[in-house]
């Protein structure tokens, strides 16, 4: 059995040193999925089974890949047919099966560190724990705000489709407490015509802006209008999930084409990954004017697993990276507004072999380009160390962008962080080992890398 | 030149400690090429080219790739025309090209610890040594039953044709000595059409069977009952060789088409694939039937030197690992019998870089699949190091199979197990330091990768 | 700020006393593109923007990728235009934007070790720094034949085209210096008529040789004057650049419809593809009947910045990598010419993902073929590391050709073999560590991959 508590920390020397000097830094949290509501309403969170469990694709996934049934663990079971000290039970009893996982590592930080349980988990400590989490969850310091401030989260970025009315932003907004919580532009559903609501969300968002969709300059002009929307409720960025990676400039008539036959929904999945890839470069023109960031998350096959994707719909744990081709499939963009330094664009691969051989040259080349954190699966200990290996050589640090948490897990943010900062400093400790820099270059880029690269890049003390 | 005996473990501190608590472990080897003769008829080994120099194409390899001529090393020579001792001191003198292999640290470790030589191969030593291993051979303490008592080995499993009487294996059981050595069906020829025995061995396997092999059906009897031929001999596992890798479930009609062409040599290239790829289903099905894990190998370009294939045949250092793409590749497996935790498929790749950006995600999602160990020109100390840091974050460590030597050298299996431990306990040790896990975790998780999966995964203990 | 000479190497225990022992070896630098004009007219070099700033590629893409436009250092502007101080000045205020960068250990090493330079590189030193390095330059001791001297060089090689008259070289020759500056043969616009220059340089090359090459056979015969003509000045090795890597022998008559197509200016892009991958067998014929070491550089997207194509021409850090089927790509070749061990082809790549899965079981079987060092973006501590991780366990060490610096900056030439010697310092007392090889052997390797390998596979000693 672990002894409790032990995953604090187990760095030494330098790289003790660096960590110790960053791990109490603000943290900025530029690209993740929390629920603004939360923070509008600021209502307790429910069980930990509801808060910690079901919702928590690393977990799920790996239970089920061991033959635990996803409705054993309340996926696919109405709330109330659920029992949430019977899911953290069975959730215990394959703590094992996490050893080594990134998962394992937030949650040990998590329990200790937010919730300051002394004991490990284990199949006999599972119910007191249960227990102890959600006492706390219904303590006031547990509600939303409270652990907002505890978390010392500077900034909070969530991610809102393109015709969310912001109401939860505009009422953290007007509320008497001063967490900034900002939303981000992710239009996917009104740019890519394979998304299952392209045709219906197009024509809502000219309701929605007043603007006649039935034009592909209304259409854009709509685009335009939601962006400005995002930009009053405070977002400094857009989002944007690419499954082909292609970017072409169409030429007029071509475009007009695509549009009216995507709003048919009479377009070629061949037409349709050409049509977002122009619309892509239109984002970034639209990003040069109104300084938006662009943010662009490429390369996952998506529910892998037909019969969990009928069964319990997508993100059901089966999504699979592949591999991407970042130069030819961002040529029509880069060709067109690459040698902008007004535009910030923001990449993100889960293809590591794209690091040294693709992304990290053309990080450091193009004025507009950056290269986002690992990601997902490589968002680990082992990823970070991948991730400065292949990158920094080529890219230097300036040509990234921090760190991001790109969670809907609010309790795991400070964990990820973490955890990120003790990469860090890893990774500066062994440069200054090797002879590639001083400890005062090391301990300024661990600020650098913990801190300001995020606010830098986001644009977060422009606004 | 080298101090005989360094390359015994140069571990240190928690490593060592790691690594002396599993070292003496039994060895399982659930996939390997032994010959189940040599523990039938007990006969001594012939003379020490023969047993450590002529059949090693890691070897062989790397003393053509420095212009020394195959011939010169026995291979294509009949054998009363070799000479061992020649051979050997030619082996001695190229011993320098040998450094940093794994071949090096084998051979250094079966010399030392399997001969008990205390000398340093070297030009000078090579008749010496050669005569000390020859003697070794002639005593009846290096006859092969003796060597599998001595190097506690727990379970031994040969790879066999799907045709194959089995009768080494019987003599085995039949004699009296507990040493457990177990055959693997491994059905190639009579899967895939493009393998140049299959209309011969197809309707052999008719006959041996005594079912009618002229339909489809016949056919699919004929392989379970070869199955279960397998299975009563003590079988536990199949194995696939697979070049193309593509899985897809064919409908009857076409099936019968392909099957009747696959049969009369008149299928095309792209047809046998197509044809093999369902046949692999059929054998994941099967597997579930009669709960025989089912390994597949990816991933190798067969010979492509096309002047030694003609000249020697197969086999002759010259294959070369290519990409594989497993999310497609195994879409129509998984997606029919994926979901089954009955079903144990282990997958084993040359190409290391799907392992973080495929396998470790599929492996950490589907309950029928886990992941092999690092297999071939990755079986090395380095290659080890790789796959955990690649695979674990994502997959954990119970979506893993332990170790296999794959060998046909069966001298040599001692050497493979032991570095697969130093292995582990290096890995281990610096998750120790790194804060990944405590040493409780990691003394149980080395005997865990060392024995205990290996014994699950393969079934071994279930039967 | 950075303490002046903090990059001095930071290796300790075993790193260090391995390092010691080859870091005063005579530098061998078998592949670069210095001008052996500086070595012939033997004139001061003229300032250190124009010296160490303006032409280095590593440099000018890092400042552009932030966003300095590339006029401002001196990019397409006249020499005359150029305000050197300036743009030294510039460079020093973003010396930040290159820590964790070989570019920075470069420069580091050459402002202290060759320059005496006690101060770190800062915009408040730029000037001071500016005018050491200036009062250096004109002093005897800096002219280029006093640095070879003093750098240790044993042997530098240049890069020269195909029509190259070669009187620099024969100047050098005929001069009262010792210093070994030699040609190497490359042929490209002779041999890819994708070439911009192969319709006019394929005629200058027969009037060159008096050679009519109307004929496809006088084409060849040309070639092989052209070869001897390099021979004769020195040379010892042959290089190519290869943009789509393929090899295939074709028939004669279509060599010559697709020869004569060439000439025209008439050949198809693939149909150039095609004639230039018979031509890469041809060299490889030639070199086993002339002896000239064959290099092959494989891998980059030319020029992906069309904008900086039009403005300033190639080579503006724009070229990217990409993936590399080696297997496929080399077999016309090597099942032509790769058994013969009198051909040494060196290969060098820019996708690393081939390093295990293709490079080293290749260059671990193939007689004719080694595996260069880790070439341009990945020539660097992490490059170096990453290399040797991945090759030397399958190849060995002996079908490696030790460091290449490749470089045309002739100042950073100490500064490139000492970062490789660090490398291989570290890369190999953590063989020892691991147990792989003992000190002895790590010492002897060292020595072998700082000098001799390269003396070797570029039978530098043989002539």
Redesign the interface.
């Known amino acids: 059995?672990?002894?409790a508590g032990?995953?604090?920390?187990?760095?030494?020397g330098r790289a003790l040193e660096i960590y110790d000097a960053v791990r109490a830094l603000p943290i900025i949290s530029p690209h993740g999925h929390c629920d603004p509501n939360w923070f509008a309403g600021n209502e307790a969170f429910s069980d930990p089974a509801e808060l910690l469990i079901i919702p928590d694709h690393y977990v799920f996934?790996?239970l089920?890949?061991?033959?635990v049934p996803l409705e054993t663990i309340g996926i696919g079971v109405a709330r109330e047919d659920r029992d949430p000290r019977a899911i953290f039970r069975l959730f215990a009893q394959h703590w094992?099966?996490?050893?080594?996982?990134?998962s394992r590592?937030w949650l040990d930080y998590t329990f200790a560190n937010i919730f300051g349980i002394e004991q490990a988990l284990a199949t006999e400590s599972a119910d007191d724990i249960f227990d102890q989490i959600a006492d706390r969850l219904s303590s006031d310091d547990f509600r939303p705000r409270a652990l907002f401030d505890s978390f010392n989260l500077e900034v909070l970025a969530t991610t809102d489709g393109a015709l969310d009315d912001l109401a939860a932003h505009r009422a953290i907004r007007d509320a008497d407490w001063p967490g900034r919580v900002i939303p981000t532009f992710r239009p996917d559903s009104v740019l890519n015509p394979a998304h299952a609501r392209f045709e219906v969300d197009v024509p809502a968002m000219g309701v929605l802006c007043n603007v006649d969709i039935g034009t592909f300059d209304g259409y854009l002009e709509a685009l335009r209008r939601r962006r400005h929307w995002f930009l009053d409720a405070g977002a400094t960025a857009t989002d944007h999930d690419v499954s082909v990676l292609t970017t072409e400039w169409l030429d007029r008539p071509e475009l007009e084409r695509l549009y009216r036959a995507a709003l048919a929904n009479e377009i070629s999945a061949s037409d349709a990954v050409r049509f977002h890839g122009h619309m892509l470069v239109e984002m970034a023109q639209m990003s040069i004017e109104d300084g938006l960031v662009m943010q662009i998350h490429v390369g996952s096959?998506r529910s892998?697993?037909?019969?969990?994707l009928e069964r319990f719909g997508t993100d059901m744990?089966?999504?699979?990276?592949?591999?991407v081709?970042w130069?030819s499939g961002l040529?029509g963009l880069?060709?067109r507004v690459?040698?902008n330094?007004e535009l910030s664009l923001i990449a993100f691969t889960?293809?590591?072999?794209a690091y040294?051989?693709?992304l990290?040259?053309?990080?450091?080349?193009?004025?507009a380009?950056r290269l986002g954190p690992p990601w997902w699966?490589?968002d680990?200990?082992?990823?970070i160390r991948?991730y400065f290996?292949?990158v920094?050589?080529?890219?230097?640090?300036?040509?990234l962008t921090g760190f991001n948490d790109d969670t809907r897990a609010f309790l795991s943010i400070p964990a990820r962080h973490d955890l990120w900062r003790?990469g860090v400093s890893?990774h500066l400790a062994e440069?200054?080992?090797?002879?590639?820099?001083?400890a005062?270059?090391a301990h300024h880029?661990a600020a650098v890398l913990s801190r300001d690269l995020a606010l830098d890049a986001y644009r977060l003390k422009e606004r």
Do not use: C
């Open positions: 059995m672990a002894e032990w995953n604090r920390p187990a760095l030494r996934r790996m089920y890949s061991q033959g094992h099966l996490f050893l080594g996982t990134p590592q096959t892998t697993n037909r019969l969990l744990g089966a999504d699979i990276p592949k591999r081709d130069v040529d880069l060709n690459g040698n330094p889960l293809d590591e072999a040294a051989r693709e990290a040259p053309m990080a450091g080349h193009w004025p380009l699966f490589h680990s200990l082992n990823g991948r290996d292949q920094v050589e080529t890219a230097g640090y300036r040509n003790r890893l440069q200054i080992d090797r002879g590639v820099m001083d005062g270059d880029l």
